[in-house]
């Protein structure tokens, strides 16, 4: 008996969506549009609600300052408080944690060469939420635990492709070492094609992101070559949160010889506020 | 032997490297210190009184005054922590970004709903040279 990863999902996080549904603003034709691209992905997710969630994410310059930059840091607390990003914090739920399995997976994945930081007090920002209530709806506590794992994807040289899918096979092994009986799902949030900063700001790039889509799911062996500067030049500066992506993706067990995952459900919008967002969901 | 940065060839953008970080520590720490409403109410009440107790530049300081958010970025701000100042004014991501463009926040909304801005002549700083900003 252990613990299994049973899918993967992904999907950006944009605050504004956060904005939208706080505000309840869903049904505005700016928004109807992205909010009905989750409307089954919301359906099955309650039919197949976990026991846990691994949540990949960036903190946004809210938990972490410049004082200390983890590249990848696991949340082994028994709740995070949901972060005042500088508006106030989001009228959500706060975050029940899962210690003990977070804790074996920082143990396990550190001795399979990860130098993971290990976070005992952490509030989570956008990153974690949006996608949490995109998936969830509004309820009044969150359906299951969740481990944050916060990536860095704002101070370079962010981790390469190639280490963030190489994390999620490390993550995996680390899941199915676990003797109880658990249901795990892994999120790879963030993306796609952004740009926040400089006259450049504003860039989409829907082939890019569409052939990232289709490399995830089908040849992520390869997508994981792809080097930092063709993210940051055909999808933006904040397009590089795609790399958190793979780390989800190498979670999946064709990476190990296993079948290739079944694709459950895609989507992809353009725009929301500054952002392309994309969805995806697999079953391992 | 010099790192290669290929990233500093792409047009309108400038990456948060580990020499921008140092650059623009102070100014991104003085940003971290707007998450707290009590250090926005003091910010708000007197910008200058507020700024010099932080050993910033004072290029920094004035690129914050004037809200130069292009500026502060050439001075080492990262777009993160920058948008606690935006926060401060009562600003959305969108506003934040269109002000860098050039763009007016109707016509930078309408270029979103559009599909955004193509990355076609948008690569490399060749395809910007001689130009004041992106078509």
Known sequence: ?284 | MAIDKPYLDIPGTTVFDAEQSRRGYWLNQFCMSLMKADNRERFKSDEATYLDEWPMTREQKQAVLDRDMNRMISLGGNIYFLAKIGATDGLSFQQMAASMTGLTEEEYRNMMISGGRSPNGNRYLSEWAGEGDSA
């Open chain 1, 1 to 284: 008996m252990s613990a299994r990863i049973s899918a993967s999902v992904y999907t950006s996080h944009v605050p504004a969506i956060g904005v939208a549904l706080d505000m309840g603003k869903t049904d505005e034709p700016y928004w109807r549009p992205l909010f009905a691209g989750y409307e089954q992905s919301k359906a099955w997710f309650a039919e197949h609600t976990p026991d846990v969630i691994l949540l990949v994410f960036n903190d946004h310059a809210t938990a972490f300052s410049l004082e200390m930059i983890p590249t990848f840091a696991i949340g082994t607390a028994a709740s995070f408080d949901v972060a005042d990003e500088g508006w106030g914090p989001r009228p959500v739920p706060n975050v029940v944690g899962h210690p003990q399995l977070a804790s074996h997976i920082a143990q396990s994945v550190i001795q399979q060469d990860f130098d993971l930081t290990v976070v005992n007090r952490m509030d989570v920002d956008h990153g974690l939420t949006v996608p949490l209530s995109l998936l969830c709806g509004q309820p009044s506590a969150w359906p299951c635990p969740v481990i944050p794992f916060a990536v860095n994807v704002v101070h370079y040289p962010v981790p390469s492709g190639q280490r963030c899918l190489n994390l999620g096979r490390a993550i995996r092994a680390a899941v199915e070492s676990y003797d109880e009986d658990l249901n795990v799902q892994i999120w790879g949030t963030g993306g796609m094609s952004h740009q926040l900063q400089g006259p450049r700001a504003g860039l989409i790039n829907s082939e890019f992101d569409q052939a990232f889509l289709d490399d995830l799911i089908a040849t992520p062996t390869e997508l994981a070559t792809k080097p930092h500067v063709d993210y940051v030049r055909e999808a933006g500066s904040e397009g590089i949160e795609l790399v958190m992506w793979l780390i989800a993706r190498g979670a999946m067990s064709d990476l190990d010889g296993g079948p290739p995952p079944t694709v459950r459900h895609r989507f992809y919008h353009v725009p929301a506020s500054n952002t392309a967002v994309g969805h995806l969901i697999l079953e391992n």
